[in-house]
């Protein structure tokens, strides 16, 4: 018996068990790659006609461990049962797998149809009509969420809690230990650390609540989606990250491209009963970044270590940068000067190395593009993407590089190299020994992050933003 028609005859059984009416299984078809867990649409027979499900399901059909940080499929499954009981918007879940049904961790639920994918929500004309309302419906739905009762539901011995400080330290932790300087982050751990929240009142948090995150028809939100991060605490994370630039899909308005902040605080303070604060929401906002900056450098560090060493993981070392630059555009932005493109170093001969990196990028861009699909066409777009990166650096990196040396040794009054000096600052910020309020040190980290942004990503909304206050 192949191991497809093993997984059908199994799955067939589960749902003839659990599913009321059902006759058969007509078709399954796996949706996803399964980074983190595999989606399933089910299409089954009843005496009604046939019907979709869906099924999410953990990697392989395995048996997961169960971590404070990720509890599991079936607490997942609770988590979206209690949301649809206080009136989030969710699909009704019919049956949690067991051991005895040998298909790994995983949960059937009812198949909604939906739009989840952040770009088209922000852009697509047929959202035209609730785009302007949406982000008032988060703050009533994020609202909801946060009335769950851990207690009553049983969640609160499911998930962990976590405070703003241990968040903060936490994440901090994880990017010292791939020691690589990077002062815009320890500036910003720092700034966080100075202005935790502390009168709050611990609830359920989403913690993953974006625009990408939830599915959406013209008629409103039609589910939340992926509860996996799901913890105790702070709940304005949710109203922060759903504001964080990296989830606004080049658009400017703050609330995930689509909404401003005083429609979200309107349907949440409706909902809830419960003033808003701007500075929590600030701050969780600056988290976001911070967060994802981090996130970022340790997709690089899975290049350099494995076991995914595909060119998708690099290029996403590169986005820190943004988060970077969004962090300066919260913290402290102000003039930028910005370096000028100079002749990049090349061979004397023919052809030159930008003409070498040109031809590579442009074949990947057209030749393979056009002759793949799927994850191969996606890749090859990432791949010329970064050999864009290398021309732009060729070009401006080592003015930039220089003139962030020019201001380090001007700080330190001192001639050590790059390296030691960019080390030493992020060691003074860790320490304290130098102020956060230091103009110095805020007019280096401002033009040092907003360089780098040009050569990563020029086009990112943040570097946009960051030059509003150009010289």
């Not at 076991?307 to 962090?327: K, L, W």
């Not at 070498?356 to 699909?373: C, N």
């Not at 000096?421 to 309020?437: A, K």
Request: some cysteine; glycine content about 8%; overall charge negative.
């Amino acid at each position: 018996m192949s191991p497809e028609s093993s997984f059908g005859e199994k799955l067939e059984a589960v749902l003839l068990a659990s599913i009321p009416g059902c006759q058969r299984l007509i078709a399954s078809e796996r949706l996803s790659g399964g980074a983190s867990q595999e989606t399933y649409r089910l299409k089954v027979e009843t005496g009604d006609g046939e019907k979709l499900l869906a099924m999410r399901r953990a990697p392989g059909g395995e048996y997961q461990e169960k971590l404070p940080q990720h509890p599991g499929l079936d607490v997942e499954a609770l988590l979206m049962q209690s949301a649809r009981e206080v009136g989030v918007p969710e699909p009704e879940v019919y049956y949690v797998l067991t051991r005895d049904d040998d298909l790994g961790d995983g949960f059937i639920m009812e198949w909604l149809d939906g739009e989840a994918l952040g770009a088209r929500i922000v852009r697509a004309p047929e959202f035209d009509e609730i785009r302007p309302k949406l982000a008032y419906e988060c703050g009533k739905v994020l609202a909801r969420i946060h009335s769950i009762d851990p207690e009553t539901t049983g969640l609160g011995k499911q998930l962990w809690e976590i405070s703003p400080a241990e968040f903060v330290e936490q994440t901090w932790e994880r990017y010292r230990l791939l020691e690589t300087p990077q002062p815009m982050i320890d500036y910003s751990a720092r700034w966080l650390m100075e202005h935790l929240p502390t009168d709050y009142e611990v609830r359920l948090v989403h913690n993953d609540f974006r625009n990408g995150n939830f599915m959406l028809s013209s008629e409103g939100i039609v589910a939340v989606l992926d509860w996996e991060l799901a913890h105790i605490g702070d709940p304005m994370r949710d109203l922060g990250w759903i504001c964080t630039n990296s989830w606004r899909f080049g658009s400017s308005a703050p609330v995930g491209g689509f909404g401003e902040y005083e429609d979200l605080f309107r349907g949440y303070e409706e909902e809830s009963g419960e003033k808003v604060d701007p500075d929590r929401v600030k701050f969780w906002e600056v988290f976001g970044s911070f967060w994802w900056a981090v996130g970022c450098l340790g997709m690089a560090e899975h290049y350099r270590t494995g076991p995914d060493q595909t060119v998708e993981r690099p290029a996403i070392g590169r986005r820190s940068s943004e988060c970077q630059v969004d962090c300066v555009n919260l913290l402290i932005p102000g003039e930028v000067d910005l370096v000028e493109e100079s002749p990049a170093f090349t061979s004397i001969d023919i052809p030159r190395t930008d003409e070498l990196l040109v031809s590579v990028r442009d074949f990947l861009r057209e030749d393979v593009m056009s002759a793949t699909s799927g994850r191969t066409n996606f890749l090859s777009r990432v791949a010329s993407n970064s050999l864009d990166i290398i021309l732009r650096e060729l070009a401006l990196g080592p003015e930039h590089q220089q003139r962030e040396l020019v201001r380090l040794r001007a700080l330190y009054q001192s001639e050590e190299d790059l390296t030691t000096l960019r080390c030493r600052l992020v060691e003074e910020i860790r320490s304290e020994q130098i102020d956060l309020e230091n103009e110095m040190l805020m007019n280096h980290l401002r033009q040092t992050v907003v360089n780098q942004i040009a050569i990563d990503q020029p086009k990112y909304t943040g570097f946009k933003r960051a030059l509003e206050h150009e010289s």
